[in-house]
């Protein structure tokens, strides 16, 4: 079945220092990719999506680009803020049928000032 | 903006107790899901919803039954919690269409 597995975490950075959030996935379609974040003790929020090869995602300063070729999405920002720090989601969505969300195990990130 | 709204943050219930989980979303999203997460685990599918009346097991449906009698909630039901039912759960929905699902705030839920 479709999967998604992601760096072990927890990620700790220094505030401004540049961040990446491997992530990669096994699917038998052409799946749609996505990543969430979840603040404490808040749900999950959509960061940014890409639908297809080359797309490339963008919100609030991160961005992750659609890599068919290596079945990857991994997600990166040049400067990471204290605000930042949170619980990151890569899933993966097929394009048919019902669409459910298949996630990853989630990554940790904890920026310090 | 899409709101989805669960009853409770946290709840706190005793071993064999009967437990519903309200999830209500307020924009004719025809889809919503019901998922548990847990540490080092991630978002596990517990069941989902399509329409009305209609409902498909997920992942890990063991334990867990649910309802949608009407299009804007979807109740989780634990017939019999266990101390293994211990865990955050996340109510989502969406459209049709390929877009990301909205969440609400999870309930957290401790099974003493």
């Known amino acids: 079945g479709d999967s998604v597995t992601q760096m072990e975490g927890p990620v700790t950075l220094s505030e401004e220092a540049f961040l990446t959030i491997n992530c990669t996935y096994t699917a038998t379609g052409y799946p749609s990719l996505f990543w969430y974040v979840q603040y404490p003790g808040e749900g999950l929020q959509l960061l940014l999506k890409a639908t297809k090869a080359d797309d490339k995602g963008s919100n609030k300063g991160f961005e992750a680009t659609y890599r068919k070729e290596t079945t990857s999405f991994h997600l990166e920002k040049g400067s990471v803020q204290v605000s930042d720090s949170a619980v990151y989601f890569c899933a993966l969505s097929e394009g048919t049928g019902f669409q459910k969300l298949v996630f990853g195990t989630g990554t940790r990130l904890l920026v310090s000032p | 903006d899409v709101k989805v709204t669960q009853s409770s943050r946290y709840l706190v219930k005793r071993t064999g107790e009967k437990v519903f989980l309200e999830c209500v979303q307020d924009m004719d999203h025809e889809n919503m899901f019901w998922y548990r997460q847990d540490p080092g685990l991630g978002l596990r599918l517990i069941y989902f919803?399509?329409?009305?009346?209609?409902?498909e097991k997920g992942d890990i449906p063991e334990g867990y039954s649910v309802s949608r009698e009407k299009k804007e909630r979807f109740s989780l039901i634990l017939e019999s919690a266990s101390t293994n039912q211990t865990s955050m759960y996340l109510c989502a929905s969406k459209t049709g269409t390929l877009r990301g699902y909205t969440f609400g705030s999870g309930t957290r839920l401790t099974v003493v």
């Open positions: 919803s399509y329409d009305v009346k209609m409902k």
